[in-house]
C-alpha cells in the first residue's frame, strides 16, 4: 500500500531534484534496515555502518570507473568487499555495550582515513568522479527515474528477506542474545559466531547500498563518510524506531527529508533540525512506528491496545 | 558402570573468594541427584561450572568418557548439558512459544540464506521445531498458552517455561536451579511429578533446591555442600540424620537442640 | 631523538593530555550519573572557549580569571540543558537510548546556534602568556603548555578531594552508584544530577579556555577533542574518574609522540587503534587491567 505511493511519485512529480532526493533517502533506507537488523533485534548498537557504506561505494565505483566492469558485478562485490572488512570486527564481537560502539566508532574513523588518504586506490580528498549510471544487463539505466526505482527495487527486496530473517532460526538466535546472553549461551547459541555473522549480514546490506550510493550520486567523496554519517544512520533508526524495519525505513526518510524541508528557514535550518530531533527523541522508543501505531490505534479503535501493540522482537505486519 | 559426569577436584576462585573448592562428584546415568547446603555454599556457582557459564580455576569435568573442562556453555549445551536459573531467564519480549524453540536451536542447522530464501529443507526444519517445542509445552502443562508474551506469564507458569525450554531438546543432563521457589505445597508436589516424568524418559537431573520437602521427595542421593565444599553425600535417609549437615544448617545450637531431642 | 626533543613532546603531550582528561572527567562523571553518553559534551567544550574570549573582548582579562568565566559559563550551560531538557525526558521515562540520542540533537543544536551567534570564522584566542619559554637544559618549554599542565592537574585534584571529601562530593557517589538507596538516605538525585552536570560542563568549558588559548576558538571546534576524549575515557576505563584522567593524559601523549613516526594525516588512526587493541585484551579498559591485577 506504502509501495504503491512511492512507486508513483517519481510519475507525479517527475522534477529531477525531488527524485533524486528521494532516491538517496531510498539508499539510506536501506543502510537504515541493516542497522536496524543489528541494534533493534540483535541488541549490537553499531556506529560503524559509513565506513561499510564507503567501502562499498568505493568498491563499486572503483570497479567500474577504472575496471570498466559491469554494474551488476560491480555491485555484487560491494556486498561482498564490504562483508570481508567486517570480519575484522569479529574479535570486538565480545565487547559489551558502549565499549563495542566505541570499537565500531574507531573503526569508521580508521576507514575514512584510510580512504581520505590512499590516493592511489581512492583518488584521496578529490574523490572519484564520472561513476557510470548502473546497468541491468544490456540496458542501461540512465536518468534519475530509473535509479529511483533500480533503489526502490532493492530497498523492497532487503526490507522482505530481513522480515524473513528475524522469525528464523538465526532470527530467534539473535533475539535471545540481545535479551538474555547467558540464556543464550546455555541453550546452545555461540555468542561470537551469531553476533558476528549480524555483523556480516549487515555490512553486505550496507556495501549494497554503498554501490548503490556512488551510481546515484555519480560522484564520491571521502568526507561522505565519516562517522558523522554513521551517527546520521543511527538517528534515522532510532527516530524510526528501534524495533521496527518499517520503522527504519520511516526515520531514513525523515532524516534526509527534514532538512531539505527546512532550507525554509535558511541560516536555522541545521538549529531546528537539532531541537526536533530532541522533540522525536521524547516520543519514546517505538519512535514513529510507535507513534504511527499508537495513532493508527486510536482511529481505527477495533482491537484492545494489549493486542495492537508492537514489542521489539516480535514479527509485526 | 560409567559415570554420567565425573566432577574432580573443580575449582572455582572469584578473586579473593573461592566460591568451589575442591568438588569431586559423580552423577550416575538416571539419577535424580539432589545438591543442597546453606546459601552462599557455592551451589549456584557448581551449575554454572557444570553448565559452562564459567570456566573452573582447576579440576576437571568428564561428561561420559569426554574430558568436556573448559567447554564453553554452548558446546556443552550441544553435549546435552541444559538448566534452568535461580532468578529465571526468559527472553521476555519472545513469546512462550518461541523462547522453547530457542531451546532448539543447536538441532538446527539452516542459517540467513536458507532463511531468506526459504528453502524446503529450512521449511522442515522450522515445523520440526514447532512440533517438539509445542511438545515440550505439553510435558509442563503450558501448551495453550504458547503465543502470549513470555512476560505475561505468571511467575509459577514462568518456571515452567524454563524448564520447557531446557527440555525440549531431550538433554542427557538437566540441572534445575531452585525450581520450587516461591511455589506453594500444591504446586511443589506437581512439580516433583513433573521432575521425575522427566527423569521417566531418561534425562538424568541434578536438583539445587532449599525446599527439603521437593529434595526428600524426588531425589535418590543427595550432595551436600558448604562454603563449597563438599561436606556429605548420600541417600536422603542418610543425609537427614547427618549430625554435620544438621549443625551446618542450623548451627551447633540447633545441633544440640536436635541431639537432645532425639536423646 | 634528541634529549629536548623528548622533553618538548612530552610536556606538549601532558598539555593536551590534561585538556583531554578534563573534558573525559565530563563524560565519565555524566556517565555515572545517569547512563548517559553526552554527545553534547564537545559543545560545552566550544561554549566555554566562545563565553572565554567573548569576555575577553569586553574585559581584557588575565588567564585565570578568563579560565574561570570558561568554567562558570560551560556550568551554568550544563546545568540548563540538563534541568531543561534531559530531566523532562527521564521524567517522561524515556529510554536511555533516546536520551543519548537527544544529546545528538542538543549537539547539533548547540553547534548551529554557536554558527549563527560567533560566525564561521576560527577567533583567535588573546595572548596570554609570556612568549619566551622555559628552559629545561637544552629544551624550551612554553610556559603556555606549563600553565595548562598545572590548571589541568589543579582541576583534576580538587575534582577529587571534592568527591571525597564533601557532603556534596560524596552524595555524588552515592547517587552514582546506587541510585534507589541514594534517594532513600535522603539524597536528592535531581540536584546530585544538575551538580554533575555542572561539573562536567565547567571542566568541559575550562578545557574550551585552554584549547581555544592553545589554538584558536570557533563553532565546531568541541566535536573532534569530544570524540577523542570520550576514545581515552574509555581507554581508561568507562565510569571511572581516575580512568578518566590516566586515559585522557596516555591518549595525548601517545598522539603527540605518534606523530613524529606515522604520518600525519593518520595520526588520528593512531588513538583508535590503540583503543580497539586495548579494549581487546582489557575489555574494561586500563582500570579495569589494574583492578583485576590485585
Partial sequence: MVLVLFILVPIVYPQEYVVHVLGLAIIFAIASLALQLLLGFAGLLSIGQAAFLGIGAYTSAILTTTYKLPFELAFLAAGLSAGIASLTLVPITRLRGVYLAVATLGFTIIIHLVLLNEEWLTGGPFGILNIPWPSLGPWRLRGETSIYYLCLAILVATFIALRRLIPSRFGRALQAIMLDEDAARASGIDLTYYKSQAFVVAAVITGFAGSLFAHHSQYLNPNDFTFWKSIEILLMVAVGGIGSFAGAVTGAFVVTLLPEFLRAADEYRMVIFGAMLIVFMGLGHRGLAGLFSAVAVRVLQRRPLAEQAPAPGLSRQ | MTALLMLDLLTRRFGGITAVDALSMRLEAGEIHGLIGPNGAGKTTTLDLISGLTAPTSGRMWLLQTDVTGDPAHRLAARGIRRTFQNLKLFTDLTVLQNVMIGLHANGTTGVCEAIISTPRQRREEEMITRESMAALATVGLADQADRPAAALAYGYRRLLEIARAIVARPILLLLDEPAAGLNASEAETLVGLIRRINAQGVTVLLVEHHMDVIMAACSRITVLNYGQKLAEGTPTEIRSDETVIEAYLGRAGLEERISAYA | ?294
Avoid at chain 3, 579560565?67 to 536511555?96: D, K, N, Q, S
Avoid at chain 3, 543544536?109 to 637544552?138: D, M
Fill in chain 3, 1 to 294: 631523538m634528541s634529549g629536548s626533543q623528548f622533553v618538548e613532546l612530552l610536556v606538549g603531550g601532558l598539555a593536551i593530555g590534561c585538556i583531554y582528561s578534563l573534558i573525559a572527567l565530563g563524560f565519565t562523571m555524566i556517565i555515572r550519573a545517569s547512563g548517559v553518553l553526552h554527545f553534547a559534551q564537545g559543545e560545552l567544550v566550544m561554549l566555554g572557549a566562545m563565553f572565554g574570549v567573548t569576555a575577553h573582548r569586553l574585559l581584557p582579562l588575565p588567564f585565570a580569571p578568563l579560565l574561570l568565566v570558561g568554567m562558570v559559563f560551560g556550568g551554568l550551560a550544563a546545568v540548563a540543558i540538563e534541568l531543561g531538557v534531559y530531566r523532562t525526558l527521564r521524567v517522561r521515562r524515556i529510554p536511555l537510548i533516546n536520551i543519548t540520542i537527544a544529546t545528538i540533537g542538543m549537539s547539533i543544536l548547540l553547534q548551529n546556534t554557536g554558527q549563527l551567534v560567533w560566525g564561521s570564522e576560527p577567533i583567535a584566542y588573546p595572548k596570554l602568556f609570556a612568549t619566551t619559554g622555559y628552559s629545561l637544559g637544552p629544551a624550551h618549554v612554553a610556559p603556555q603548555l606549563v600553565w595548562i599542565i598545572g590548571m589541568g592537574v589543579l582541576f583534576m585534584l580538587l575534582l577529587q578531594l571534592f568527591l571525597a571529601f564533601t557532603r556534596t562530593g560524596r552524595a555524588m557517589q552515592a547517587a552514582a552508584q546506587r541510585p534507589e538507596t541514594a534517594q532513600l538516605m535522603g539524597i536528592n538525585l535531581t540536584r546530585i544530577t544538575a551538580y554533575t552536570y555542572g561539573i562536567a560542563g565547567a571542566l568541559g568549558g575550562g578545557a574550551g579556555v585552554l584549547l581555544g588559548s592553545l589554538f584558536y576558538a570557533s563553532f565546531n571546534m568541541g566535536f573532534l577533542p569530544a570524540i577523542k576524549a570520550f576514545v581515552a575515557a574509555t581507554l581508561g576505563g568507562l565510569g571511572s574518574i581516575g580512568g578518566a584522567m590516566f586515559g585522557g593524559i596516555i591518549f595525548g601523549l601517545i598522539e603527540t609522540f605518534a606523530a613524529i613516526w606515522v604520518s600525519t594525516s593518520y595520526k588520528d588512526a593512531v588513538g583508535m587503534v590503540m583503543l580497539i587493541l586495548i579494549l581487546l585484551v582489557w575489555p574494561e579498559g586500563l582500570v579495569g587491567l589494574m583492578r583485576k591485577g590485585r
